[in-house]
């Protein structure tokens, strides 16, 4: 189980390497890295001498199993999310067809607009460069998407195996359970399917630290190895990921040195250092080196020369002129909400608006789940009642720290930034499985914290498909009617996904300025165009039809200069 765990994350942060040293050499990103890096951690598994051999070679072949069977489905599910379709992508087809940032830090302009410009060269780019790798063997952009799976069913046997070694004496199927909601955080579901990141906060901290307490505790040396390619990946993420790994991870390991009393912590306090510092100057030069010589800041263009201010229109009229710690009580207490015309939050019950909302990929407020905030107040409970009071003071510290982080940054309010604040009632809970649940109360209270936490996750999951195959039967059933229609679509968009849908399919199009083109497609990231070029009217797929809100959803561009026929 281990070794299933760690082969699959180890395969795309190998990739990861690869990718970085062929830029660094000149050469570009092609199709030879990722089945490269599949050869080298297969080998890099064999040669552990732990593992018996019948073993072995199961795990190899299961993980490749589960590598096949992902990459297929990835390639046929749609990214749905804004941002997603649009920088993400753009900036994965950009290192496909050969831009190579460590030498040219403007990106090929021919199709890009200058503010998609701006995000692709100068932002993070570190799961791009993963995808790309698969991109550019796989042949489909869909198919990059693939890794925050292995990262998100690598957390899940993580999760189970630290169960396995802190609390042997749980039954099976509940430990099952339990690894099943602590990695399936509503953010990671909400995200797992498309080009956004934010999940990777949540999903490899959760990683970094059992691979920290598997060393540590257990005396596994390839848990360290592990850990030291997440250190050289983590600073090309994103800014605040690298910030908040960084920190959380820094301080489980020094308390776990000390605990330990492992005999080269200095030497290995230095390799951990050397390797963050090369993430950062190696890994991560385009963009943070490169945004300090031109910008005066290495997190451009969110600070320094010319920043852009991208947080003021995403705050919500609930939270807007309150203090970090104000909306950050209101976002965790609230149900999930997106609602900018209003100034209404709902803490207890249930709406259609609150499901709808909780299965956005960027929700802003309420973004753990409606039953979210009630699990926190029921774990408090238990928490409270199991006693031990000379050995709770570690698990208060924790607690503490996980308040205190959502003030530390700017927007501790939005989920996506503060992904790891999940775990809250989930310290209170293993605390409790450690030293409590003796009554029947108890008992009865921990698993009925678990079930409201299991139905944010079904309400997320069934959101998830719903939303994906009504997604998925819309674009194709607009390429459909574009590849029909007589010469070239015209069309405006920053839809980079749906571009690569177009090339792929080969149907000739040209860009126009969003000033002539009459309509907008509202959809994630909308198309602009001139519906009346092309039969909306006809041959709608069945499923368009079966609810209102699932039909194809049309507005004028109100920045349309053209003249009305």
Not at 284 to 293: C, D, F, G, R, S
Not at 321 to 335: H, T
């Amino acid at each position: 189980m281990e070794s299933f765990a760690r082969l699959l994350i180890a395969i795309p942060l190998v990739s990861y390497v690869l990718a970085v040293l062929s830029l660094w050499v000149g050469l570009q990103i092609n199709s030879f890295i990722f089945p490269i890096a599949v050869c080298i951690s297969v080998l890099w598994e064999c040669s552990d001498k732990r593992i018996r051999g019948c073993v072995r070679w199961t795990t190899i072949v299961a993980v490749l199993v589960v590598l096949s069977v992902t990459l297929g489905l990835s390639a046929c599910i749609y990214d749905r999310s804004f941002d997603g379709q649009w920088y993400h992508a753009c900036t994965i087809r950009e290192l496909v067809n050969g831009w190579n940032p460590i030498y040219s830090s403007a990106c090929n302009p021919s199709l890009i607009d200058g503010y998609t410009v701006l995000w692709v060269e100068h932002y993070p780019r570190g799961i791009e460069t993963i995808a790309a790798t698969i991109v550019a063997c796989m042949g489909n952009l869909d198919a990059g998407k693939v890794l925050n799976l292995w990262f998100v069913f690598s957390s899940i046997v993580y999760i189970y195996l630290f169960l396995c070694y802190c609390l042997p004496t749980m039954n099976k199927y509940l430990r099952i359970w339990i690894a099943l909601v602590v990695a399936l955080n509503p953010v990671v579901i909400n995200q797992m399917c498309t080009y956004y990141i934010d999940w990777t906060l949540y999903t490899l901290l959760v990683i970094f630290l059992i691979n920290m307490y598997l060393f540590f505790v257990k005396g596994i040396q390839r848990a360290l190895h592990i850990d030291l390619l997440l250190l050289f990946f983590i600073p090309t993420i994103k800014f605040n990921i690298f910030f908040w790994i960084v920190l959380w991870g820094g301080i489980c390991f020094f308390a776990l040195l000390r605990k330990s009393r492992y005999k080269h912590s200095f030497r290995l306090t230095a390799v951990c250092a050397v390797v963050v510092l090369s993430g950062i100057g190696v890994g991560a030069y385009n963009p943070y080196l490169t945004n300090w010589k031109e910008h005066g800041s290495p997190v451009y263009p969110l600070s320094g020369n010319g920043k852009v201010d991208i947080m003021d229109c995403q705050v919500l009229p609930a939270i807007r002129g309150k203090s970090n710690a104000e909306a950050a009580l209101i976002s965790v207490a609230s149900n999930p909400s997106d609602d900018m015309l209003s100034e209404d939050i709902h803490v207890f019950g249930i709406s259609k608006i609150d499901i709808l909302s909780s299965v956005a990929s960027d929700v802003r407020i309420g973004g753990f789940g409606i039953f979210f905030f009630e699990a926190i107040l029921l774990s408090i409970v238990l928490f409270v009642c199991t006693g031990h009071i000379r050995r709770i003071r570690w698990y208060l510290s924790v607690l503490v720290g996980l308040l205190v982080s959502l003030v530390i940054l700017p927007s501790g309010w939005w989920a996506r930034y503060v992904a790891f604040f999940y775990l809250f009632p989930f310290v209170m809970l293993f605390y409790a499985e450690r030293f409590g649940l003796k009554t029947r109360f108890s008992r009865g209270l921990h698993i009925l914290i678990l079930s409201l936490l299991s139905a944010d996750i079904f309400i997320c999951l069934s959101g998830l498909v719903v939303k994906n195959i009504v997604y998925k039967e819309t674009i194709d059933y607009v390429l459909e009617k574009m590849e029909s229609s007589p010469g070239e679509a015209k069309l405006y968009t920053r839809n980079y996904s749906f571009l690569d849908k177009l090339e792929r399919r080969s149907i000739p199009y040209k860009l126009f300025p969003d000033t002539e083109m009459k309509d907008k497609l509202d959809i994630p990231c909308p198309i602009y165009m001139n519906r009346t070029d092309f039969d909306f009217e006809t041959d709608q797929p069945w499923i368009l039809s079966l609810r209102p809100s699932f039909q194809l959803k049309w507005s004028d561009n109100n920045r349309y200069e053209g003249q009305d026929e």
